[in-house]
């Protein structure tokens, strides 16, 4: 009778068999051999690359670099892309101060970026970076908002910088959403349009969904007539700049209707 206080013994011909590890083309090495010669490492370095670009940047008539002044960055579609900078004005809110006349409150900055690219993070991270060595910005009103392509920009720089900024405005954006409830503290309000072919509704509404079940600050407005254009009536909508100026990074104020269409 076996001792029932007694270690189990070693099943011969378990994996740590050397015959057995021999026929599935392993190493003879015991077992505990090789855990013995694991390792834990870490390591620390520091990578640099040059980054390079242009963008176009609006002043409020009333500037005044004495104060600091709220920052829009907006992001273009893959049309706008190319080395044809007065392009990223072609819509957006150049396109509503351009047509309408009317000033906004903001400082805002429209980067382009090459015709065979499409935005990154590391280029976004510095031209924010230079931004706000330039210009008298508050960076705690720091907004995204970009169209199709810009979009997209505009969920995933939020995703890699989540404290960086005080809302977002994605226009027929998406991306990769099962991170999405690391946004569910920042103010976002989110458009597409039902008909579009270019990049379907289900882009937006899957991220509005997985933010809506994390109770995150989400608002999100589908046109049910709309295709691919869902940009032009939200940014001639002098409703959205206010919404955005409501939001301070760490003291977002209301989002109205979280559930609101």
């Known amino acids: 009778m076996s001792d029932p ?69 907006f992001l ?28 906004l ?6 980067p382009q970026v090459p015709e065979d690219r499409v935005w990154s993070v590391q280029f976004l991270d510095a031209v924010l970076d230079e931004v706000l060595r330039e210009h008298a ?9 970009g169209i199709s392509m810009g979009g997209f920009g505009t969920w995933q720089l939020a995703l890699e910088f ?5 809302a977002i405005v994605p226009i027929c954006g998406g991306g990769t959403f099962p ?3 690391g946004l569910r503290h920042l103010p976002i309000w989110a458009f597409h349009g039902a ?14 969904e997985r933010l809506r079940e994390c109770s995150g600050r989400i608002r999100y407005t589908r046109y049910e007539d709309a295709g691919h254009d869902a940009w032009t009536r939200t940014y001639a909508d002098p409703a959205l700049y206010t919404w955005l100026l409501r939001h301070r990074r760490g003291h977002p104020g209301a989002v109205d209707d979280l559930h609101a269409t």
């Open 162 to 166: 989540p404290h960086r900024f005080a």
């Open 105 to 110: 409150p903001f400082v805002i900055v429209a």
């Open 76 to 103: 273009h579609g893959a049309g706008e892309r190319g080395d044809e900078l007065e392009r990223v004005a072609i819509h957006g809110p150049l396109r509503f101060i351009r047509e309408t006349g009317t000033d």
């Open 195 to 208: 008909r579009d072919t270019v990049v379907p509704v289900s882009h937006t509404e899957e991220f509005v």
């Open 5 to 73: 206080n007694s270690s189990p013994s070693r099943n011969p011909t378990g994996p740590s068999d050397p015959k057995r590890r021999q026929a599935a083309g392993l190493p003879g090495s015991d077992v505990s051999e090789i855990r013995f010669r694991v390792r834990a490492r870490t390591f620390d370095t520091r990578l640099t690359r040059d980054v390079s670009g242009r963008y176009l940047v609006y002043q409020p008539p009333d500037y005044d670099p004495a104060r600091r002044w709220p920052l829009l960055l």
């Open 179 to 181: 991170g999405a409830c």
């Open 137 to 145: 910005i508050d960076e705690d009103r720091i907004y995204v908002t």
